[in-house]
């Protein structure tokens, strides 16, 4: 029973690349959250997903990011163009339903940008 | 909107040492409260929950208290071992306001020998 699967485990871009980062939720769980862990500032809520719908997107930037959880397939958070800024840890976390509070978290991607 | 304070790290004690950790919290509704620990290069794993006013979580030797009066959730432990040695996050979940779980900001606990 795999958990919360996210890769690449680290990702190293150039500013102005593109970064994609995906996640496989645990078996039967429809619902994804990604966060982004900076140093000295902790876990920040950016989106939340259930499947082909956004359901809350209030903590992702407006610009550059967006995020997918189609009918089939891993979630993934897309940064384009990237910026030095954007180098943390993103985790990834699923729940089965809302109201089911508890959080299965992925190992995370790194993201360094040069 | 919700939010979670939690004390600043780190705290570094010897093994079997008492730990405290201090969480408070502010939610519109009637909250869940978490704590979870994250290993070095790891993700977040839940720790210990309660679910409503004076519940008490514990796992692993860990306790904590949902304490409504003066919304907090601090993380005890008796006598810590160097295995403890992580990061703690204390979160919320408000099924009547925001149901994002919201995290604190993580408090680095170092135990040694």
């Known amino acids: 029973n795999a958990g919360v699967m996210q890769n690449p485990r680290h990702l190293v871009r150039r500013r102005g690349q593109e970064a994609r980062l995906r996640c496989s939720p645990m078996k039967g769980h429809s619902h994804v959250y990604w966060y982004r862990q900076l140093p000295e500032e902790g876990l920040k809520f950016m989106v939340y997903l259930q499947k082909e719908n956004i359901i809350d997107e209030s903590g992702m930037p407006k610009e550059r990011f967006s995020a997918e959880f189609p009918k089939e397939g891993p979630s993934i958070l897309r940064i384009q163009q990237v910026v030095r800024g954007d180098s943390a840890a993103y985790f990834c976390a699923s729940s089965p339903a809302t109201g089911n509070e508890k959080l299965f978290f992925g190992s995370g991607t790194q993201l360094s940008v040069l | 909107g919700n939010s979670v304070t939690q004390m600043e790290g780190p705290v570094t004690l010897s093994e079997e040492a008492f730990l405290t950790i201090n969480c408070t919290y502010t939610a519109t509704g009637y909250p869940s409260l978490f704590w979870y620990v994250q290993y070095p290069g790891e993700g977040l794993q839940l720790l210990l929950k309660?679910?409503?006013?004076?519940d008490k979580g514990s796992n692993k030797g860990f306790e904590a208290t949902y304490r409504k009066e003066t919304t907090s959730f601090h993380l005890e432990k008796g006598s810590v071992q160097v295995s403890d040695s992580a990061v703690y996050f204390c979160a919320l979940s408000d099924l009547g306001g925001s149901y994002i779980p919201t995290f604190g900001r993580g408090t680095s606990l170092i135990v040694h020998p």
């Open positions: 309660a679910t409503k006013a004076d």
